[in-house]
């Protein structure tokens, strides 16, 4: 994320874009490894500068003027120094996908719960910034203001280099659009990452909002995205195989013809940003249940037309290779008992 030769790693894993094979790069281990099968995906994540071949051909003007261009980014914003950091903050390396999940005892569902409930109110809040006329930038600044003057730290803030406080990611970006100079237009669509680090633990949810008057299609696929997010979680339960997640979501996304991202994926998440259980969104045959106490987030990306990203010059914009719409929505929940609790919503 850094520089175009450094690793780095945002809840994403790259799949049949690598290479000839359409299958997902955790299947690369040997069968019945698979610690081997995480560690083979964390190293190829780290070779995408060198194997995705198509990277920043889409941050360089072409013939449609609606689409997507990089705009100035500004400086990095500070943190007060009472502010808990995460530890990947000032350590020279790079943080991967943490081996074994995050399971909690009472106070760490309590920080969790937490966690949540401030990004969810982060995120609420700016879903009210959208408007036709404002910068992605100055929603990172009112963002990161909001989350330090609660005490916490803006988790994407120098995760691997990333520069800014929250992911912007409008119309055919897929996700991980860093703010910049560029003003929201009538029609957009806009997806807003929030992730806070408070006292210890990580709280992580997006949603995609309309700016002004959004036609029909974007608004269906919007709408369809919620539907599959909210899909997933109500199959969560302790016991339950994680890779339903990713056939519900199928399954839904089909029924109206959007295609589903396979890159990008959920993840295990707590007093870790990244950990697992990988969560893929589509159909697979991945191994591993769900635990009683676990967290994890689910954040299904749909697409109008191609689900296949393009990786812009700044190592991390994600935008669809035809310029199709996509949106997102993501909540971070908690393992139950009786299903499953949405620790992102006010």
Known sequence: ???????????????????????????????????????????????????????????????????????????????????QRPPYVNSRQIPGMTNGTEIHDERGIECMRASGKLAAQVLKFAGTLVKPGITTDEIDKAVHQMIVENGAYPSPLGYCGFPKSVCTSVNECICHGIPDSRPLEDGDIINIDVTVYLNGYHGDTSSTFLCGDVDDEAKKLVQVTRECLDKAISICAPGVEIKHIGRTIQDHADKFKFGVVRQFVGHGVGEVFHAEPVVLHFRNNERGRMTLNQTFTIEPMLTVGSINPIIWSDDWTAVTEDGSLSAQFEHTILIKEDGAEILTQC
């Open 1 to 83: 994320m850094a520089t175009p030769s450094s690793p780095r790693l945002l809840s994403s894993f790259l799949g049949d874009r690598l290479g000839v094979s359409s299958r997902p790069l955790l299947h690369r281990a040997a069968p019945g490894s698979r610690r081997a099968a995480y560690q083979a995906t964390r190293t190829l994540c780290n070779l995408v500068d060198i194997l995705f071949n198509r990277r920043g051909q889409s941050d360089k003007p072409g013939d449609n003027p609606r689409r997507l261009q990089p705009g100035k980014v500004s400086p990095r914003l500070s943190i007060p120094n009472h502010i």
